[in-house]
């Protein structure tokens, strides 16, 4: 475990959902992410998708909160028992329980009683428990919504002052010496301080340089002010915070603030207003329900429930951390067609997303699997640079294990906590993996997947291929200084080939296919270090519904798939993760002038240009930034090989490769 991760800033848990998330609502329609800024290629690594055995039942309510001291793991909720993996019978405890994270054995020397729910853990620099919560007394005595407790026994902190004087206090983070404290309070430790503060994590005294306030509920049925999600990065200089307001320190923010707290802390000018409008019901006054910071701080993910509405309703997103002004815009948004998100976590390149969702890539899903949607039963890893799934699909179901007075299948997922070895999920019902696990489970590292970056070819010298007929293509040498001399080569396994794209050591490749929905299919093949393609195989059922063959020229390139039609003058991309081949369900267009993409057959990146192909038969370049107010600029573009009678070069089949 790296030092990083023993550092990074853990979240709480979660306290209340309107009655109105427990039903299913409808679809969003799609608002194009941004086309100006494209997340760099990282590394991922991905927890195991079969869930531990040895990690005990819950009887009842939900698991809300983990926090992990040494070998001791602490989970925190509301619940009225408990039993080991593999136990018959229940033992009674309420709402916090201790047990050894390498055999899941109980803790019973550890025995806090606590006469509420606990809403969220964190762990004080000096290794102590903090707990906040909805109770009122701790071990007897009165001690409201807020405690330090013996890891060892339970007992109470007498000396640590941290006091929420109202309300629940359903977010705990400790960073350094700070600890952050997020809920619906209005008075900490006897000052005023509504929704949110900081204290000192050591000794629970509060820090009186930090005032900023959220007030205001926003106007809508069953509205009570609260901040519900907090995140602090990991350089402690921003702090995003999520829920019930509209004002923070007399500025205008709705549902959604960022602070800066390098010197005197201060809101930030930082403003959205994709968390303005309502959602399909009432029932939902604010649905910004999750927020976590990437690993390296400079981007954040927020998740949101709600229903069907002009905004980012049950949906993620993720926003950068550097980005200012009064009318920010996501990076992307995944939308799940209609149905809660209402955990989340980010951990090793990886956005975990949980909730009472049944598909991802679904925003032309209305309560319904549309075009793209991606089957993912209430828990799902989405890829940090485009939000589409990964090849990751636990599921929230029991399977057939589900035990008399089981509950398959509940509206919430509490909490998503990735701590030093896997991945914790707390929820509110009795299935995990297609096996029992009551109210809890845990995605061990062992047995994960690690993700190389894979991307287009990055050489500045290679190949080009060209489509030459059935099994055949033709090989042109080219570098920075133009094309070489074609030559004909035998590949048997490509036929009827359209567009065609290599990513990592993979080709893509299109191709008429009658039995598919859409007529098409994208297959995939892996291309041996010699050059020979393998045996295609159908990149993903998810895809069947994209016309692949309807592309008259595509390339991939940092998370995006771009392509061209003959009936369309523009230039699109569709985000598409190499890990799962699944295609992005939404179709943006890149600004671009002086290039009439209906005359492009066959197009590829190489080294910072695009390459491609033309109706007269001729080979241009062309500078292309997808970062730019315009992508691609027309005029500049440069014939680099007329047509010849060893290289016309209209065919759709074109793509590039080192070898």
């Known amino acids: ?136 007394t701790v071990n007897g005595v009165a001690r409201k919504n807020l405690v330090e407790l013996d890891p060892a026994t339970g007992a109470t902190v ?23 404290i997020a809920g619906a309070f209005h008075w900490v430790n006897g000052t005023e301080h509504s929704l949110l503060a900081r204290l000192n994590a050591t000794t629970g005294a509060i820090d009186a340089g930090f005032q900023i306030d959220a007030s205001g509920p926003r106007p809508y049925a069953n509205s009570t002010e609260l901040v519900w999600g907090l995140a602090v990065a990991p350089d402690g200089g921003t702090v995003v915070a999520v829920g019930n307001f509209t ?71 993720r926003w950068e951390t550097a980005d200012r002004g009064s009318n920010v815009q996501a990076t992307w948004v995944n939308f799940t067609g209609t149905d809660s998100v209402t955990s989340l976590e980010v951990a090793d390149g990886v ?66 906590w990735k701590g030093p070895d896997g991945l914790f999920a707390g929820f509110d019902a009795d299935g ?41 293509l033709t090989k042109v040498p080219y570098g920075p200084t133009g094309v070489g001399t074609p030559a004909t080569v035998s590949q048997p396994q490509l036929t009827s080939a359209r567009s065609a794209f290599m990513v990592s050591n993979k080709l893509y490749w299109a191709k008429i296919d009658s039995s598919a929905p859409s007529g098409s299919v994208l297959n995939i093949s892996i291309v041996s270090g010699a050059g020979a393609i393998g045996a295609p195989w159908v990149g993903s059922g998810y895809n069947s519904w994209f016309t692949a063959a309807s592309m008259t020229g595509a390339f991939y390139l940092q998370g995006r798939m771009y392509y061209t039609t003959s009936t369309s003058n523009s230039l699109f991309y569709r985000y598409l993760t190499p890990d799962g081949y699944v295609i992005g369900c939404t179709a943006f267009t890149l600004p671009t002038s002086g290039i009439d993409w209906r005359t492009v057959r066959g197009m590829t990146w190489v080294a910072g240009k695009v390459v491609y192909g033309s109706t007269d038969g001729s080979l241009r370049t062309v500078a292309f930034d997808p970062a730019a107010t315009t992508a691609v600029t027309g005029s500049t573009a440069t014939v680099v090989a007329a047509p010849n009678a060893a290289a016309t070069w209209s065919n759709q089949t074109l793509f590039f490769a080192t070898s």
């Open 158 to 180: 007498a000396g640590w002052v941290g006091r929420a004087d109202g309300g629940v206090v359903r977010r705990a983070i400790v960073h350094g010496n700070y600890l952050y």
């Open 247 to 317: 004002d923070v320190n007399g500025n205008a923010r709705n549902q959604v603030v960022m602070i800066e707290t390098s010197g005197t802390p201060t809101v930030a000018d930082w403003n959205t207003d994709r968390y303005v409008a309502a959602c399909y019901s009432g029932s939902f006054p604010f649905y910004a329900r999750d927020v976590d910071f990437g690993d390296d701080g400079k981007y954040f993910v927020i998740i949101g429930d709600g229903g069907r509405g002009d905004a980012y309703c049950d949906a993620t997103a």
């Open 1 to 136: 475990m790296s030092l990083k991760r023993r550092l990074r800033p853990r979240r709480a848990a979660r306290f209340l959902v309107p009655a109105a998330v427990m039903s299913l609502t409808v679809a969003l329609t799609a608002v194009p992410a941004s086309a100006v800024y494209v997340p760099p290629n990282d590394p991922a690594t991905l927890v195991s998708a079969n869930p531990a055995d040895n990690t005990p039942h819950l009887q009842n309510g939900s698991m809300r909160a983990f926090a992990q001291i040494g070998n001791t793991v602490y989970a925190g909720g509301s619940f009225a028992g408990v039993k080991p993996a593999g136990a018959t019978t229940w033992t009674p405890v309420e709402n916090l329980i201790a047990y050894d994270a390498g055999t899941g054995a109980l803790k019973t020397g550890f025995a806090p009683v606590l006469d509420g729910a606990v809403q969220t853990l964190a762990v004080s620099p000096d290794g102590k428990l903090i707990v906040g919560g909805s109770f009122g």
């Open 351 to 416: 956005v975990y997303v949980g909730g009472h969702f049944r598909w991802q890539n679904n925003a032309n899903g209305n309560d319904a699997q549309g075009a793209g949607g991606v089957s993912r039963y209430g828990i799902a890893a989405l890829d940090q640079q485009n939000g589409v799934p990964l090849n990751w699909n636990p599921t929230r179901s029991p399977g057939s294990q589900l035990p008399a007075g089981g509950t398959e299948w509940g509206p919430i997922m509490w909490e998503l």
């Open 432 to 472: 995990l993996g297609n096996e029992y696990h009551g109210r809890m489970g845990y995605f061990p590292e062992s047995g994960g997947r690690n993700l190389p970056v894979q991307d287009a070819p990055q050489a500045a010298s290679g190949y080009l291929y060209l489509g030459a007929g059935n099994g055949q």
